[in-house]
């Protein structure tokens, strides 16, 4: 823990060297909204007020998570890309917004690399094979086997179409050669309402939001979806441990402005958000829900986010993945 914090406090400092002054006039004097594509109960929601509360105290002024839910959260990066870029409105970047919808919505409102400026990555995280108390498929086997048994019945809730959750299953179709049912929702909220409830069987759900409803027993991990465990889930093997070779499905979050921010202002909000994340307690809670390689600097994040956005394109490529806009 010692280590991690001294490396992001190093990481940011470097980063703001040659950086012009920030001045106070540039500098928002009311509230500043963190706008979140989905509805609260959702990972992106979760990791969002870690922040917020956190910025609210470095900053002495209020720092409001806004939801704003639709299409697997690109209505919300169209909202945030039309703001004004001075720091008042940011946006919580999520996989969807910026690494899948570039691919999968040809009619998209914004660019990514012109429309927006990458701030910091808050953290990675694998998404958990899950499902309801009420399944008797409780293995990725048996799951597969269950899917051939009865193709395009068994259900699997994502968090919209075009959304991490439903490429995770896109590419679990593809290598398990398998059919079965998409249920997309507006969000983690309701899918796992929906999933605890016993409406859907399955979800490739993230980590963060899927965390609390397994750790209190109301939903039951079959595996994970990185290549290592990740720390908060150390019982639960991955999808690679149960034959899937090579199955890497992560979603990851971080904050983004307005894409005329000035440079001063990203830097500020990068150092501030990085001495977030290396709080004791902001990495416990980080580590619980299963967020991990956050921090480092602008280019960082902005080099992370063109690696994601060429992966997943080639993937949407080979599994003619297609989604309604």
Not at 16 to 43: K, M, N, Y
Not at 260 to 267: G, R, S
Request: proline content about 6%; glycine content about 10%.
């Amino acid at each position: 823990m010692q280590r991690r914090t001294l490396i992001q406090a190093a990481t940011a400092a470097v980063a703001t060297l040659g950086v012009p002054t920030l001045r106070a006039q540039e500098w928002p004097t009311g509230p500043v909204r963190i706008v979140v594509g989905f509805p609260p109960g959702g990972g992106t929601d979760a990791l969002a007020r870690v922040v917020s509360v956190k910025l609210t105290e470095m900053w002495k002024t209020q720092v409001i998570v806004e939801n704003k839910a639709g299409v697997a959260g690109v209505l919300a990066a169209e909202y945030v890309a039309q703001q004004p870029s001075d720091g008042s409105t940011l946006l919580m970047a999520h996989i969807n917004s910026h690494a899948l919808a570039p691919s999968l919505q040809p009619k998209l409102r914004y660019s990514v690399e012109r429309d927006f400026v990458p701030i910091v990555l808050v953290g990675v995280t694998p998404n958990l094979l899950i499902a309801n108390t009420g399944q008797k498929a409780m293995t990725v086997k048996d799951i597969v086997a269950a899917c051939k048994a009865e193709p395009g019945r068994v259900s699997f809730g994502s968090a919209g179409a075009g959304s991490a959750q439903h490429l995770a299953l896109e590419m679990f179709k593809l290598q398990a050669g398998v059919d079965a049912l998409h249920v997309p929702y507006k969000g983690s909220g309701p899918l796992l309402i929906d999933l605890i409830g016993g409406q859907i069987q399955y979800s490739f759900e993230t980590m963060t939001a899927a965390t609390p409803h397994v750790k209190s027993g109301k939903a039951i991990a079959i595996a994970q979806t990185r290549a290592k465990r990740a720390k908060g889930h150390p019982t639960v093997p991955t999808m690679q441990e149960q034959g899937f070779a090579g199955f890497e499905a992560t979603t990851w979050y971080g904050l983004a402005g307005p894409g005329k921010l000035p440079t001063p202002i990203a830097q500020k909000i990068n150092r501030d958000v990085n001495t977030v994340l290396a709080m004791p307690d902001v990495i416990e809670k980080l580590d619980t829900y299963g967020a991990e390689d956050g921090g480092g600097s602008l280019e960082k994040f902005a080099q992370f986010i063109q690696t994601e956005i060429a992966k997943w394109a080639k993937v949407v490529k080979e599994g003619n993945v297609k989604v309604e806009s």
